[in-house]
């Protein structure tokens, strides 16, 4: 079965200590995959969509990587507001259209 | 900025009760869907809709949902018979299709009690 793993579960980090949430998936065809920021209570924000191995997207403090069986969210010099659940949410193919989300990482940073 | 509108944010029913959870996606997105959150669980699919019918729909989807698009602006999702285990919180997405990503509404809290 298709699968899509989030790790850590959970990551403290204090203000501005770098680090990297992993998604790794299990699949037979990949056509994207997605990362989106959760706040409490609040829908998924669209980060980044990567198609091809190899390919890297940045956004301010984020920089996602994919590789053929995982990607990596870096976040470099994190601050407080950069707290929240990060999701990894892959497309598959002949799945039609939906996407598949991973449970997430809750991250915190602490001032 | 384009946003996904949906009304209402929190709704408590009783049980066995029918409800309609309502959502405006973008307006030239072309598909559309509805995902689930459990509390402290993950984001699940439930069904997508393209063309004015369903495309895909997961197993959760059973009998007792059902999607509408009834005016060309709102994208409906109605519960028959709520159950307890159907408090969630009901996200609504659209997309233009292809490799772009979706847009989620900010949820409505389905409370059944």
């Known amino acids: 079965e298709d699968q899509v793993t989030q790790s850590p579960e959970a990551l403290r980090l204090q203000e501005g200590e770098s680090s990297s949430l992993n998604c790794s998936y299990t699949?037979?065809?990949?056509?994207?995959l997605f990362w989106y920021r959760q706040d409490p209570g609040k829908g998924p924000e669209f980060l980044f969509t990567l198609y091809s191995a190899g390919e890297e997207k940045e956004k301010e403090r984020l920089k996602a990587t994919l590789t053929k069986k995982e990607s990596f969210l870096h976040i470099t010099a994190p601050k407080p507001e950069d707290s929240a659940t990060y999701l990894c949410?892959?497309?598959?193919?002949?799945?039609?259209?939906?996407?598949?989300f991973g449970k997430g990482t809750r991250l915190h940073i602490l001032p | 900025e384009p946003e996904v509108t949906q009304t209402p944010s929190h709704q408590v029913t009783q049980m066995g009760q029918e409800v309609i959870l309502r959502c405006v996606p973008i307006?030239?997105?072309?598909?559309f869907y509805w995902y689930r959150q459990i509390l402290g669980q993950k984001v699940e699919f439930l069904v997508s809709?393209?063309?004015?019918?369903?495309?895909?729909k997961s197993e959760i989807f059973d009998d007792q949902f059902s999607v509408e698009r009834p005016d060309g602006s709102n994208f409906t999702l109605k519960i028959r018979s709520t159950k307890l285990e159907d408090s969630a919180m009901y996200f609504c997405?659209?997309?233009?299709?292809?490799?772009?990503?979706?847009?989620f509404g900010s949820g409505t809290r389905l409370t059944v009690v």
């Open positions: 699949v037979s065809g990949l056509r994207g």
């Open positions: 949410a892959v497309r598959f193919m002949n799945r039609d259209d939906k996407i598949i």
């Open positions: 997405a659209s997309s233009t299709g292809g490799n772009y990503g979706y847009t």
């Open positions: 307006s030239n997105h072309l598909y």
């Open positions: 809709f393209y063309n004015n019918e369903i495309s895909e």
